[in-house]
């Protein structure tokens, strides 16, 4: 999977050296509760979510890029490519550190995602699943171009699912 990298941030293969800043991000409860896929806050279930990643990376050869800082190195989050058994589709998801919210790096990191989604995976359609009452995501979903799609049923949670056609 290859590295990509933005105006601001390095987007580079998850890995289990990321396991600290990772357990952190996902122990804040406003960073858990906004995730349509219902992650747990224990270590025990932030592991498995790590681990859930970087097998997904083995299975289909793309996943979720950590996210880092480039100008201070620091761990930002994760975002990318997404399409585990059961999702409706290929997604493109973003998941931010509590203390990064508001800088613009959601938009920027899912932006590089979509794009490899289309040019990279070949993608015709890609779409994101949010949580009802995450305004937050809605926002970044429409600010890379996503519209709200339909409703559906996603692991027991209603979600909205949003998402583009490829351009052209």
Known sequence: MAELETERLVLRPLAGADWDDYAAMMAHPEVAAG????????????????????????????????LVEKATGAFVGRAGPWSPHGFPGLGVG??????????????????????YCFTELAAGEVVSLI????????AV????????????????????VYGQRRPG
Do not use: Q
């Not at 600010?143 to 709200?148: D, F, S």
């Open 35 to 66: 995730l349509a896929e219902g992650v747990g806050r224990t270590r025990d279930d932030v592991w498995r979510n790590l681990a859930m990643f970087i097998g997904h990376r083995e299975i289909r050869g793309y996943s979720h890029w950590a």
């Open 94 to 115: 973003w998941c931010l550190a509590r203390e990064h919210w508001g800088k613009g790096y959601a938009s920027e990191a899912a932006r590089a995602a979509l794009g």
């Open 131 to 138: 949580l009802p009452g995450n305004a937050r995501s809605v």
């Open 141 to 160: 979903a429409e600010r890379i171009g996503h519209r709200h799609l339909r409703d559906t049923e996603y692991r027991g949670r209603r979600v909205h």
